[in-house]
């Protein structure tokens, strides 16, 4: 009898430890939350990428800082380092902008002192990157065109770039796991306050899915997702809570997938109190929001994701440190927010003090390849 039940407590221990086990490695899917502890190395600067070619300074818009740059898994046909040529659908916001936008094919003319619009970056290929590691294997092209990401990069809505070491190489590594990754510099604050940042993103997300872009680089118009860091990941997610009002929404054409990298979501008066963002950083809120004060300023609420949710909201990935210098509780109610509407949320909270794309270990950035991949397919 003893012999029995010690064998019976042995079977339930083994199955609580099996248990155990798997909500420790468990890929992210669904709706959950969990605390890590990061490492300080960004993952993605560490890597060589072999065979990823960037297509720089592709234009969106007229201005001069609606360009993009288009990051190519390793499986690209050597045609898609072309810039897309065909008219935007008339009536879209990008036609407007197409008319005076220069358009050139890859190689064609860059003058002296240019970035090169539509030619394949110097330096972008395989022998520019880290030389610890090596990118991920890329799978095998689907038939009816392939995952994309969006990525904007942060800076406080007043200064970034697309083209750092930092976000070329998460742009790189993207397109390493298999996303043809556009990586978007926007007009900035305070020379273009809110909202010139988000329509030019949105802007970017239209010139994705016109079809000529589409076809260019060979991607599917329904596994399109959007990635931010910091006042980037206030973009993602405020092109995602407002996505059901966009005219590519009703045509089919959606965000399927977000990644918010600790994204300001609530830049109203809330934002102004003890626990809130530091003095300087409110003033930053302001020069963004195009306001004196928090007390007469409109476009705060407007600027919040966590006043948009909708039901039609696409998937969240929601990384964030515990110590940073914005506050943890921005994306905890954002993502309470997004669960009250029946949202899938993956929240990660991340040790320490780590802000926007520097969460980026190896692990947290296998985490957002995984849940990109189980969202965009």
Not at 50 to 62: C, T
Not at 128 to 139: E, L, N, P, Q, R
Not at 225 to 236: I, R
Request: glycine share 10%; proline share 6%; with cysteine.
């Amino acid at each position: 009898m003893r012999s029995g039940r010690r064998t019976l407590l042995a079977l339930v221990a083994a199955v609580v430890a099996l248990g155990a086990v798997a909500s420790c490695t468990a890929d992210p899917t669904g709706d959950e939350n969990r605390t890590v502890t990061g490492d300080t190395v960004i993952y993605p600067l560490s890597l060589r990428y072999h065979g990823i070619d960037v297509v720089a300074d592709v234009p969106y818009g007229s201005d001069a800082l609606q360009r993009l740059d288009v990051c190519l898994p390793a499986d690209s046909r050597p045609d898609t380092t072309a810039t897309p040529t065909a008219a935007a659908p008339s009536g879209s916001p990008t036609a407007a902008a197409q008319s005076s936008a220069p358009a050139a094919a890859a190689g064609s003319g860059a003058g002296a002192g240019d970035a090169g619009v539509g030619a394949v970056a110097d330096g972008a290929r395989s022998d520019d990157a880290g030389d610890a590691g090596a990118a991920t294997a890329v799978a095998a092209p689907v038939a009816d065109g392939r995952p994309a990401v969006l990525m904007i990069h942060g800076g406080s809505w007043s200064h970034g770039d697309k083209a750092t070491a930092a976000y070329r190489s998460v742009c790189k590594y993207l397109a390493s796991e298999g996303f043809v990754t556009f990586n978007v510099d926007y007009r900035l604050a305070p020379t273009d306050p809110f909202p010139a940042g988000l329509d030019d993103v949105r802007r970017a997300l239209d010139f994705v899915f016109r079809p000529s872009t589409l076809s260019t680089y060979d991607v599917d118009s329904k596994r399109v997702g959007v990635f931010g860091g910091s006042a980037g990941g206030n973009l993602a997610a405020m092109l995602a809570v407002t996505d059901h009002d966009s005219t590519e929404y009703a045509a089919g054409n959606r965000i399927r997938a977000v990644v918010d990298l600790s994204g300001p979501t609530n830049l109203t008066a809330r934002s102004t109190r003890s626990d809130g963002v530091s003095a300087s950083f409110q003033r930053k809120q302001l020069l963004y929001l195009g306001c004196r004060t928090y007390a007469n300023c409109p476009a705060a609420t407007r600027a919040s994701p966590e006043y948009h949710v909708t039901s039609d909201t696409a998937p969240f990935f929601i990384g964030h440190s515990t110590d940073e210098f914005i506050p943890l509780w921005e994306s905890q109610e954002f993502a309470a927010t997004l669960r009250e509407h029946d949202v899938p949320v993956t929240f990660v909270a991340v040790e320490g003090s780590a802000h926007s794309i520097a969460q980026l270990d190896e692990a947290m950035s296998k985490r957002v390849a995984t849940f990109l991949r189980r969202q965009l397919g």
